[in-house]
């Protein structure tokens, strides 16, 4: 009974086995069985099932338009209005207070008009703030208001250390009688 790997002198899979662990249960030596089994690595992500061989394949890119060109839908919807001349565009409040939402959808079908007016991802509706603790509308209104790099107080070092020294000096420990 060969148990090693001619190559690498190390037991990994049970492909290196060939027939013997096959003819060790047709045969009923168990005790074979048992230490073949026994010295195959214990990490079953090196067994021969999962040594898969791989294939080279080229990633096919697909982007927005050709999946649209293939499947034959409109242009996307606007997400934001682009500028000031598409804010009438974005304003169809008027048909709801007429209770027209019928033409509402009709027209979104034909020309889709913009789903929000801001274009701006750090925005955060007011609602969602109120919503929120104390604590994270206070960090929310630092954050905004200091959008930019914090800047520093100004501090004098030797001021500082002069103080210290002073109250060294002056304190009743240091006191000489």
């Known amino acids: 009974m060969v148990i090693a790997d001619v190559e690498n002198n190390i037991l990994v899979h049970e492909l290196q086995l060939g027939e013997q662990l096959n003819e060790s249960v047709h045969n009923k030596r168990r005790s074979d069985f048992s230490l073949m089994l026994a010295m195959l690595a214990n990490d079953v992500r090196t067994h021969s099932q999962f040594l898969v061989p791989k294939t080279d394949e080229t ?13 034959n839908l409109p242009p996307s919807e606007p997400l934001t209005i682009t500028g000031l001349e598409n804010v009438p565009d974005f304003n169809q409040a008027n048909l709801i207070v007429e ?23 750090q925005h955060i509706v007011y609602d969602v703030i109120a919503n929120t603790s104390l604590y994270c509308q206070q960090q929310y209104k630092k954050d905004t208001a200091l959008s930019k790099e914090p800047q ?26």
């Open 59 to 71: 990633e096919k890119t697909t982007t927005d338009a050709t999946l649209r060109k293939e499947l």
């Open 99 to 121: 209770n027209r939402q019928k033409d509402l959808h009709l027209y979104n079908a034909l020309a889709p008009r913009p789903l929000a007016f801001r274009d701006d991802v």
């Open 152 to 177: 520093r107080l100004a501090f004098n070092a030797k001021a500082w250390l002069n103080t210290v020294q002073e109250t060294i000096v002056k304190s009743p420990l240091f006191a000489t009688a």
